[in-house]
């Protein structure tokens, strides 16, 4: 159960309200880089399936180039094109048919696409927060140098 305490932000002061700034900036910033990480996921589990559906030639023996690295290929021939081994996850591999290694890899594309839209949906309440945290602020600050002047100006009378 998580505590899920209101603050009323016209109650805190200045020094306190830019605490609370730079605590919702810091955690929209880690919030938008998973989101980036989600997509980027998402990209590479799109484009195992469009490597499957590409892959489904006729004949064996065709030659193709497999990556060893990033920028390092060799030759290769397919010997069976309808099995596969998939990365199910902290280095571990399952053979798979192309039907069921793209099934598991829609699986995982529409699980990124619930959690990217759940994160999506926090990461615009942390923003309408902020907003209305550095507003509170700004009028925090503006009334605080209206009273310095009257200050200033009741001393030189």
Do not use: W
Not at 120 to 138: A, M, P
């Amino acid at each position: 159960m998580t505590d899920q305490r209101k603050i009323d932000i016209t109650q805190l002061d200045p020094q306190q309200l830019s605490q609370l700034q730079s605590q919702f900036e810091s955690e929209l910033t880690h919030f938008q880089t998973s989101l980036q990480a989600l997509q980027v996921a998402s990209v590479r589990y799109k484009e195992c399936i469009s490597n499957i559906t590409q892959l489904q030639v006729p004949s064996t023996n065709t030659e193709i180039l497999v990556p060893l690295s990033s920028s390092l290929y060799v030759p290769g021939k397919i010997k069976n094109n309808d099995l596969y081994l998939v990365d199910i996850g902290t280095g571990y591999y399952v053979e798979k048919s192309s039907k069921d290694a793209v099934k598991f890899y829609e699986g995982k594309v529409k699980q990124l696409e619930l959690d990217h839209s759940k994160l999506v949906g926090i990461v615009n309440e942390k923003q309408s927060t902020l907003q209305r945290v550095r507003l509170v602020l700004r009028e925090k600050v503006m009334l605080l140098q209206q009273q310095q002047q009257q200050q200033k100006q009741g001393v030189k009378a």
